[in-house]
């Protein structure tokens, strides 16, 4: 099975990447992310500034991740004179360095990192949200190189298409969507205390629970402004969900959370799961999967559900949801067909997958 792409002159030998984080902040981390197999490596953001990084910083629930950290703990110094050269004796895959944040930043750290770099990444996660600041960032850093530059949008952009075409025309290769969510809140009842946050009380989300806003951004992004490639990030944790992105209209995608989740050998499962998911669904290569494009059919009118009884565990989960009260159990799941309103929520919640509509 073929998992290759490529954009932009970058040859990835999968499509997954990991996104920049604390997984990639130092040469043992990025030796072991091409270890697991990842297609294309991305640094942690490397900025002019050290951070003040509170601790503890990273808090991990089930389907989120919310971290108070900043971008990287080492200087711009450690990183070009001793963690990428180091790095590049053995770098056999594009290597993406991540930088931040202002227009001052890029002019100073881009030309320092051309020798390193395959392509950039550059955050926006403290730029704000006027596209005429964030414009000037791209025509700075494209006066400074010819490699690829992918400006990774923040969730607080209110205009997604507007940012896409904003980069494009200040010279950018493409987006990578989305950063982490926020500015959001952790609270220890224990405690009456804000836990986990900076100076103001906040931290940035991400991880499967984005996973819905990621994919709306990144498919109107790419429906806005198709020449852009699209890289992307945020919810991530299987191979299923690589093919979503891809199918949104991603070329490549980026993972971090689901690791710190999970665990960190979670890029080398989804890379091994890769070649059955897409026979799964039909797909003969990943290159398929991004030529392929989605259906946008819309129903006004539904059947009412069916019940496959040999299926059903009585678990009564879907009459306990059903916010029309039209689930009866006279012995067997029924459904009111005054009452209910096709809104499909005890089939997507059904643990046996037992209710479905009729086919029309």
């Known amino acids: 099975m073929n998992l290759t792409v490529n954009f ?11 996104a920049a984080g604390p997984l990639n902040g130092d040469l043992e981390k990025l030796n072991f992310l091409v270890d697991q197999g ?14 003040h990084i509170p601790k503890p910083c990273i808090y991990g629930d089930k389907t989120f991740i ?42 100073f750290l881009v030309p320092k990192m051309e020798k390193f770099a395959d392509a950039y990444e550059i955050s926006t996660h403290y730029v704000g949200t006027n596209l005429d600041v964030i414009k000037n960032t791209v025509k700075a850093i494209r006066r400074n190189t010819k490699k690829p530059i992918y400006m990774k949008i ?15 025309e200040a010279g950018a290769n493409g987006v990578v969507a989305i950063n982490s969510l926020g500015p959001t809140m952790k609270i220890d009842l224990k405690t009456k205390a804000i836990i986990y946050g900076n100076d103001s009380g906040f931290v940035w989300t991400s991880g499967p629970a984005i996973k819905p806003i990621a994919l709306a951004t990144v498919y109107k992004i790419k429906q806005a402004e198709p020449s852009l490639t699209v890289i992307g ?33 979670l890029y080398s499962k989804i890379i091994n799961d890769l070649p059955k998911t897409l026979e799964k669904y039909g797909f003969s290569s990943v290159e398929d999967v991004i030529t392929h494009g989605l259906k946008k059919e819309v129903v006004y009118k539904q059947s009412l559900p069916v019940l496959d009884r040999d299926k059903c565990i009585d678990c009564m989960l879907c009459q306990k ?11 067997v799941i029924t459904f009111n067909e005054e009452k209910c309103f ?8 059904c643990p046996t997958g037992a209710i479905s509509f009729k086919e029309r």
């Open 38 to 51: 990842c297609g294309g490596i991305v640094t942690k953001t490397i900025s002019k500034e050290l951070p």
């Open 154 to 168: 923040s969730p607080h952009i209110p205009n997604p298409e507007g940012f896409a075409k904003a980069i494009k």
């Open 321 to 331: 949801i059903c916010p029309y009260f039209a689930i009866d159990y006279p012995g």
């Open 8 to 18: 932009d002159g970058l040859k990835l030998k999968n499509p997954l990447m990991p």
């Open 233 to 265: 990030v945020g919810g991530i944790k299987n191979a299923e969900d690589v093919l979503e992105f891809l199918l949104a209209g991603a070329s490549a995608v980026q993972m971090l959370s689901a690791a710190l989740l999970v665990g960190k050998d």
């Open 342 to 349: 096709e809104c499909g929520l005890c089939i997507a919640k």
């Open 66 to 107: 919310m971290n108070s950290e900043l971008w990287s703990e080492y200087s711009y110094e450690k990183w070009i004179n001793e963690i990428l050269p180091e790095y590049m004796k053995t770098k056999d895959r594009p290597l993406i360095v991540s930088l931040g944040y202002s227009q001052e930043d890029m002019e």
